[in-house]
């Protein structure tokens, strides 16, 4: 009786050791039954999961977890799986919870044997939703852009208006997941008449063929009058939906639409060309992602319309020259000269005013998904920073790991960078600036950055002209330009950075509409290496053009140069022969006003003192997350607010707030800046420290930072954040 009396407490307690180990895995739901599936234990990761606490399941059928249509019948799957196999389950699928929420899981079923008995299963389930929607967003715009990408590859070849309208109500179905969507526009005919055509995408023409064409009631005039984007959950619902007379809402026999979302498609002039328009059966279809892909379509779809017509325009204008060339050609020998060339110089023009459109709605588009990008890389880096200052410096492995991770990321962020440079996107901060003084600040980077057969020669210019740029992109973009020129000489060369002025005149302006005449500070980097073909020269600034082999660069150098210098309102230009070399020249605009000094940066005091508080405003859950537990780890107090009204109700009751944190772009009808400027009148002495995944127009004009404002832009690193928060807080 005793041996059986120990045995029993040995027994008891590593019962209770089984069950404290098994409660610790708080994010897994561990769960025993008998051999017919009632539960006969269940540990708080299956509480915290399910929902459901020990004492409600024990007893209970495991099939709860499963949708009720097949709840039984799926549990003796499993079980019939778990006898005959070994393990039952194990394929990701939709749990239910004690709330009836559902939420996407991965989980096993395995027998528990007594020898060769079978005395009942143990199933392990983890919660893998967050994960799911992570690898969904990341599915959905890589399909997007994938659409996008075919539509502007069609739209840019295409020379016919309708079929070039029809391709973009196509990918606008694909890209909304609209079940049919229109492209209503207005067309002018040879004789200056104008009227209204449509395309139809998910639905055949006679669909709409019966009905009038769309008034503009209230529910069509913001698309029509390019007023904005209309989107609504449910159409039959809107305020705006019923008004026109006399059949208050569609006519019978319309398609049923309950979900829309119609956008204008405007040109650059201002003219609304036309509006898309998308539908479908089910409410609360279209979404901020329908909305951000139909901008960048529409945009695209505007370039390509109004190629076709300037196309058609200059076809009319060159046929009319022709029919005039060949009266007077008997006439006047040298008017057949004059005339051969004016055509060519209007078709080059041509050409340029498609490129540059082309480059502008490329550059909309790139921008938006860098924003989106740049939120995510936020919260990937900032949590990585946190990961590794957290790390015990022994766990050598996990160090190196999150190393290469945050390598990873901050190369993604780069990669994004480049992308916003290219988009005219990215916040410069201009500062008056001695060229001379920065290219010879950078000839010993760039000795080190080339290999050691090349030689490098650096020539400045007497009396340069200052200019007013960002200094730190002029250098990348300097040092781009110069790893280019490396990789073109493979066999090694010379390396010339030659400065000078420059005047623009209007004979060179008459070729290249983009350019201001005027007078400016040329930088040429030349090279003696292989040379690039006009074909080459002409994509070059294209974002991931690139020809260089697979996986030795990413085609973003060169564009990203590119867009610095055009929103710094510069002028770039390449001259190439094969087998000569290249020479690349950034032209940047001379500043009028002289002797004006350069700002010097002090190192900034990371840390923050108890009673200093700062207000966070971030719409981005996981964002603001990482910025409230950064501030706090600084030593502030926080407080957090997810919208504009609701900041600005904490200003009112809070007592002391020293500064307001926000992002520019944010819900709830007001910007990072509304709320600014209203936090102001409440607290004059607030300081504000703005953040952005790319340049807004609310802060931003022109590419250049408003005066006075404080800007961080995201991704940013733990130290960033402190340095920058200390500096604004420290600001007089």
Known sequence: MTRRSEADASAEIAAWQWRQIVNGATDTAIITTDPRGAVTSWNNGASNILGWDEAEMLGQSLSRIFAAEDQQAQLLREIDDAVSVGKG????????????????????????????????????????????????????????????????????????????????????????????????????????????????????????????????????????????????????????????????????????????????????????????????????????????????????????????????????????????????????????????????????????????????????LTGGVAHDFNNLLQVIIGNLDTIKRNLPEESARLQRAAKHAMNGAQRAATLTQRLLAFSRRQPLDPKPLDVNALVNGLSEMVHRTLSETISVETVLGAGVWRVEVDPAELEAAIINLAVNARDAMPNGGRLTIETSNAHIDEAYVAAHSEVVPGQYVAIAVTDTGVGMEPKTIAQAFEPFFTTKAVGKGTGLGLSQVYGFVKQSGGHVKIYSEIGQGTTVKLYLPRIAAEGLREDSDSLPSPEGAQEETILVLEDDEDVRAYSVDTLRELGYRVIEAHDGPAALRLLEREPRVDLLFTDVVLPGGLTGAQVAAQAKTLRPALKVLFTTGYARNAIIHHGRLDKGVQLIVKPFSFSELAAKVRDVLDAK
């Open 89 to 364: 389950g194990g394929e990701e699928g939709w749990r239910f919870r004690k709330d009836g929420s559902r939420f996407w899981a991965v989980g096993e079923l395995s027998p528990i044997r007594d020898g060769t008995r079978i005395v009942g299963f143990i199933k392990i389930l983890r919660d893998r939703t967050a994960q799911r929607d992570a690898e969904e967003n990341i599915r959905e715009e890589r399909q997007a852009l994938e659409v996008l990408n075919h539509a502007s590859s069609e739209i840019s070849r295409e020379t016919d208006l309708h079929k070039l309208v029809q391709i973009v109500t196509d990918a606008g179905v694909k890209l909304s997941g609209a079940e049919f969507g229109a492209f209503f526009y207005n067309l002018v005919n040879d004789a200056g008449e104008s009227y209204t055509l449509y395309t139809l995408s998910g639905a055949p023409m006679e669909a709409f063929s019966k009905f009038p064409m769309p008034r503009n009631t209230e529910v069509f005039a913001p698309t029509f009058n390019g007023e904005g984007i209309v989107r609504s959950d449910d159409i039959t619902r809107d305020p705006r939906y019923g008004k026109n007379t006399p059949r208050r809402g569609m006519p019978e026999g319309h398609l049923p639409v309950r979900s829309y979302l119609a956008v204008p498609v405007i040109s650059r002039t201002g003219e609304v060309l036309g509006g898309l328009f998308f539908g479908h059966a089910k409410t609360g279809v279209f979404n901020e992602r329908s909305e951000r892909g139909l901008s960048g379509l529409a945009a695209e779809a505007a370039v390509a319309i109004d190629n076709v017509r300037l196309s058609q325009a200059m076809q009319r204008e060159i046929d009319e020259r022709k029919r005039a060339q060949e009266a007077l050609v008997e006439l006047n020998a040298t008017l057949e000269k004059q005339v051969t060339e004016r055509t060519e110089q209007l078709r080059k023009n041509e050409e340029a005013l498609r490129q540059s459109q082309k480059m502008e709605a490329v550059g909309q």
